[in-house]
């Protein structure tokens, strides 16, 4: 679970689609597109993608350098999603105040597209969910389909170019999965160390293992102080050389997650960096290729 929810809760009704209440059909801008907000620009990529010139995108969190569980909503995302024809969550508690915006704006025409809800993902039992989902590429496969859909009703005229850019899209998700199977097959039960649960999906694919004490990385992402034990464990991964890289979320530095980066380095462990939206000049694609490539280098 995120360090904060920030606010509400959702009602998300069938396969990860809430209808929220009121709101205009187009874009603001008054030129016919569909006004798309989503809750980080990892999503406002993929609705880029999807919808091309036929949509306008607000993407409320960009910055990767902001911790998103901190995010704090303005005025200014509460006209966003006001208007907006089409919404893009990640859901599991990550951007509550998506939902809670929703209704104070009382947008019923929007289209909410859960990412955690579409791509089927539970919490495994007595465990918490893990709702970093944009790390596991067959939900964004997945999600592709639920947005194409989504503005194929906000747009029947262009239902078809919807359905086909979803189409070529989910064609290019398909050399990370190859190249994440590569992986597997060169690196399987290697073992890695994490501050946040942020990658483990993609890590999971990739058949690496988490040695991270639980404790560890539940601490991190809630905020909290790593038990003075807990900490001595996760540093002996590293001078054990019992981990062969640290992947670590480079949003939420702290004191804790600096001393195993010191570890790692002091150990010759590589360590690479993972961020929970997408620095700019990438699309979700070559972000992703660039955090596969980075985990080749550092296992090799």
């Not at 747009?155 to 989910?170: E, G, I, Y």
């Not at 010191?262 to 939206?277: D, F, L, M, R, Y």
Request: charged share 20%.
């Amino acid at each position: 679970m995120p360090r904060t929810s920030l606010l509400g809760g959702a009602l998300v009704l069938g396969a990860g689609l809430l209808t929220a209440c009121g709101g205009s059909g187009d874009s603001p801008a008054g030129d016919g597109t569909v006004a798309v907000v989503a809750s980080t620009n990892v999503y406002g990529d993929i609705a880029r993608q999807i919808g091309g010139d036929r949509v306008r995108v607000t993407s409320i969190i960009s910055d990767p350098s902001q911790d998103p569980h901190s995010y704090e909503a303005s005025t200014r995302t509460q006209l966003d999603l006001s208007r907006a024809r089409v919404v893009i969550e990640n859901g599991g508690g990550y951007d509550d105040f998506v939902d809670r915006m929703l209704k104070t704006a009382r947008n019923s025409s929007a289209t909410v597209l859960n990412a955690v809800r579409i791509s089927g993902r539970t919490a495994p039992a007595g465990g918490e969910l893990n709702e970093h989902v944009w790390y596991d590429v067959p939900s964004m496969a997945r999600l592709a389909d639920g947005l194409a859909g989504a503005l194929g009703t906000a747009d029947p005229a262009h239902a078809a170019t919807f359905t086909a850019n979803a189409a070529a899209f989910k064609g290019a998700l398909a050399p990370l999965e190859r190249e994440t199977a590569a992986l597997k097959a060169a690196h399987a039960g290697a073992g890695v160390a994490i501050t946040e649960p942020v990658p483990l999906y993609l890590l999971d694919a990739a058949g690496l293992k988490n040695e991270t004490p639980d404790e560890f990385s539940e601490a991190v992402e809630e905020g909290d102080d790593v038990p003075a034990r807990v900490l001595r464990q996760t540093l002996a991964l590293f001078t054990g050389k019992k981990v062969k890289a640290l992947v670590y979320n480079a949003q939420t530095a702290g004191p804790e997650t600096g001393k195993l980066e010191a570890a790692a380095k002091t150990a010759g462990i590589p360590s690479v960096p993972v961020t929970e939206t997408m620095p700019a000049g990438k699309t979700y694609q070559t972000w992703m290729a660039g955090t596969i490539a980075a985990l080749r280098a550092a296992l090799s």
